[in-house]
């Protein structure tokens, strides 16, 4: 069954780095997400990604973020200036179409990447 | 703006039990709803879904959910809960991608 990878599972770096997180969709998705979720709270959307741009980005989602389609497979999150805050699990996730369609509205999460900054 | 409580934070329940898991949204218009289960270690698995029509859904794992416009709830059931069914669930409101969930229910199942 085809899945979302993430990659790294776990990164520890230190505060002011700069940090990627990478992910795959499946392979025929054309929408791409990333939410976060701080140990204990609850998760939060991030930014959505289609046809090569942003297609919305919450507030969380400041200048120090951005998102990547660098080549026909891969999905990048930069984090540029780590902060302590910045600790949290990252979640991608794909979906074949925008949800708000009847006929799909699934999203597919990735496993996650857990992002630890000291 | 939509917003999402799951007033269970945590949940224990014997093997063979009932279930609900109660989650009540905030949303402008007709809501698309959704269930998420994690497992640990694993990501979000969507459970089921609801768009519109028949108020009750079905999903995966034998999982059903009720949507009551009147109570703005979107609870969860499963008529016998299952050991493996231990794991935290999110309740989630909205569409296009921008879901907001909610801050999970921690079910435990006791053998």
């Known amino acids: 069954e085809p899945e979302v990878t993430q990659t790294p599972s776990h990164q520890v770096t230190q505060m002011g780095q700069e940090v990627i997180l990478r992910c795959v969709p499946i392979?025929?998705?054309?929408?791409f997400y990333w939410y976060r979720q701080i140990l204990g709270q609850k998760v939060e959307f991030l930014v959505s990604f289609y046809n090569n741009e942003i297609s919305e980005k919450s507030e969380i989602f400041d200048d120090q973020f951005s998102v990547e389609r660098p080549d026909g497979s891969n999905f990048t999150l930069k984090i540029r200036s780590t902060k302590l805050e910045d600790s949290a699990m990252y979640f991608c996730?794909?979906?074949?179409?925008?949800?708000?369609?009847?006929?799909?509205?699934?999203?597919?999460f990735g496993e996650g990447s857990r992002l630890t900054v000291l | 703006a939509q917003s999402v409580t799951q007033p269970d934070i945590h949940i224990t329940v014997s093997e063979g039990a009932s279930l609900e898991l109660r989650c009540n949204y905030s949303?402008?218009?007709?809501?698309?709803l959704f269930w998420y289960v994690q497992s640990p270690g694993q990501g979000l698995q969507l459970l089921l879904k609801?768009?519109?029509?028949?108020?009750l859904v079905q999903g995966i794992k034998g999982f059903e959910a009720e949507f009551k416009r009147s109570q703005s709830s979107f609870n969860l059931r499963k008529p016998s809960v299952h050991w493996s069914d231990a794991a935290e669930y999110f309740c989630a409101v909205g569409g296009a991608g921008k879901l907001t969930f909610g801050t999970g229910t921690q079910l435990k199942v006791e053998l």
């Open positions: 949303y402008g218009a007709t809501p698309y």
């Open positions: 996730a794909s979906s074949v179409r925008a949800p708000t369609s009847l006929e799909s509205g699934e999203l597919f």
């Open positions: 392979s025929n998705h054309l929408y």
């Open positions: 609801y768009f519109s029509g028949d108020t």
